[in-house]
């Protein structure tokens, strides 16, 4: 299932609906699509300081609504591999579940502690403003990976 906005020209949505039909085998439409993409694509270094001490966040008791939640979204993230079971980790953060206006629930980890051990990147963001610049001034675009559609 496709959601698109419901404030754009009819012509728009069209051209959409077909470009998307037209080439549904090459977008992901579940989580077991994306088990074929290549590491060097998706997995990536997070250098930290070695001087700050690893941080294990606090046990604590979570709703057992809030278990079943998260239960089922981690099943789903190893079963595509997205992640993977670990016998130890030198890190552990809590994940916090929010209910959402629709009585679904969102899930987050909370990484307040890995955060202040992260080395910043000097590098300044140059791809970030490059894209900016490109879709500045367009009513709609579609990014994904090194593919652009804009549409005036």
Known sequence: MVKL????????????EQLLKEYKDIFAWMYK????????????QIELHTNIPTSHQAWYWMN???????KQALDKLIATGFITLVEESTWLSPIVVLPKKNEKFQRYM?????????KKNPTPLLFTKRV????????????????WVIIR
């Open 110 to 118: 909370d990484f307040q502690n890995l955060n202040v051990t992260i």
């Open 33 to 44: 699509d994306l088990r074929d993409i290549p590491p060097r694509l998706t997995q990536h």
């Open 132 to 147: 900016l610049d490109m879709v500045a001034g367009h009513e709609i675009y579609f990014f994904w990976m090194e593919f």
């Open 5 to 16: 906005n419901v404030d754009l020209d009819t012509f728009i949505i069209d051209v959409r």
């Open 64 to 70: 057992p609504n809030y278990v079943v939640v998260v």
